[in-house]
């Protein structure tokens, strides 16, 4: 099984920029779609962004002209660049990998933005 590994997380103040990595442990070849999701103290689970393996990309309102995903099929890594970071966006950031008939969650990341 595919085994995600974040990375790239950190303390931050507002304004500020961070880039999150999530390398799979093998070929993004048969996975469907890589998300970043991100949940903060009291709060559920709520998706970032998403990218296709045809890369297709979707993103919450809430970070639309912010964040930006990528990925890099080489190096079977994805990327969530941010931007202007504010304190709301603090939280834990979990990479995901949607196969055909089973998704696969990274560990987590924490992201801390200070005002």
């Known amino acids: 099984q595919v085994q995600l590994v974040e990375s790239g997380g950190g303390l931050v103040q507002a304004g500020g920029s961070l880039r999150l990595s999530c390398a799979a442990s093998?070929?993004?070849?048969?996975?469907?779609?890589m998300g970043w999701y991100r949940q903060a103290p009291g709060k559920q689970r709520e998706l970032v962004a998403v990218?296709?393996?045809?890369?297709?990309?979707n993103y919450a309102d809430s970070v639309k002209g912010r964040f930006t995903i990528s990925r890099d099929n080489a190096k079977n890594t994805v990327y969530l660049q941010m931007s202007s970071l504010a304190p709301e966006d603090t939280a834990v950031y979990y990479c995901?990998?949607?196969?055909?008939?089973?998704?696969?969650w990274g560990q987590g990341t924490q992201v801390t933005v200070s005002s």
């Open positions: 995901n990998a949607a196969f055909r008939d089973s998704t696969v």
């Open positions: 093998a070929s993004m070849f048969s996975i469907l779609a």
């Open positions: 990218i296709t393996g045809g890369g297709s990309t």
